[in-house]
Antibody, heavy 120, light 111 residues
Framework: EVQLVESGGGLVQPGGSLRLSCSAS????????MHWVRQAPGKGLEYVST????????YYADSVKGRFTISRDNSKNTLYLQMSSLRAEDTAVYYC?????????????WGQGTLVTVSS | QSALTQPASVSGSPGQSITISCTGT?????????VSWYQQHPGKAPKLMIY???KRPSGVSNRFSASKSGNTASLTISGLQAEDEADYYC???????????FGTGTKVTVL
């Protein structure tokens, strides 16, 4: 059974930094692209970032480009999202999502999410 | 990176069929057969219902079907049931620049 467990969310001040982690199990982590998708309170889904299976290719939404960095450690079956220069509009539940073998396909299996609140 | 356009809400009575549209452009929905649909119940994570325009993952009811015509993808729920009441989102690959875009979301209400 696929399991994705996010951690690292919490309250951070504007301009601050936070690193999210996602521990994966139940599948061959190194074979699949992975994604981060967020959802602001009461709002819709917003694409954040994607990393290819070997970590060699990364993609970002314009809204986070230059501030967020996605990475993965296939030896630890863990996905990361390093967030810096955080803004109030980054407040959201951040979902770790398993992708397919093909990196351009839409996300497949979603974790339960971790809440990030940016506020002073 | 504009979101794909979906109706804010759609409703139907039990047993009826409803259709949710997802309108994009020739740079996303219209150019790639990489449209997915998700169901999200309140307080829960989204669940994949359809991938690659019209394919159903294992375990998803065959009451859910989908298609695409031009720049618009559509999700149809047949034999509407109370448990289908949820938010639904579409997603599409959008090329190497934008990469991915989600729909604005549709709230389905079972009357």
């Amino acid at each position: 059974e696929v399991q994705l467990v996010e951690s690292g969310g919490g309250l951070v001040q504007p301009g601050g930094s936070l690193r999210l982690s996602c521990s994966a199990s139940g599948f061959t982590f190194s074979s699949y692209a992975m994604h981060w998708v967020r959802q602001a309170p009461g709002k819709g889904l917003e694409y954040v970032s994607t990393v290819s299976s070997n970590g060699g290719s990364t993609y970002y939404a314009d809204s986070v480009k230059g501030r967020f960095t996605i990475s993965r450690d296939n030896s630890k079956n863990t996905l990361y999202l390093q967030m810096s220069s955080l803004r109030a509009e980054d407040t959201a539940v951040y979902y770790c999502v398993k992708g397919g073998v093909v990196v351009i396909a839409c996300p497949i299996y979603w974790g339960q999410g971790t809440l990030v609140t940016v506020s002073s | 990176q504009s979101a794909l356009t979906q109706p804010a809400s759609v409703s139907g009575s039990p047993g009826q069929s409803i259709t949710i549209s997802c309108t994009g452009t020739s740079s996303d929905v219209g150019n790639y057969n990489l449209v997915s649909w998700y169901q999200q119940h309140p307080g829960k994570a989204p669940k994949l219902m359809i991938y690659e325009v019209s394919k159903r993952p294992s375990g998803v009811s065959n009451r859910f079907s989908a298609s695409k015509s031009g720049n618009t993808a559509s999700l149809t729920i047949s034999g509407l049931q109370a448990e289908d009441e949820a938010d639904y989102y579409c997603c599409s690959y959008a090329g190497t620049s934008t990469f991915r875009v989600f729909g604005t979301g549709t709230k389905v209400t079972v009357l």
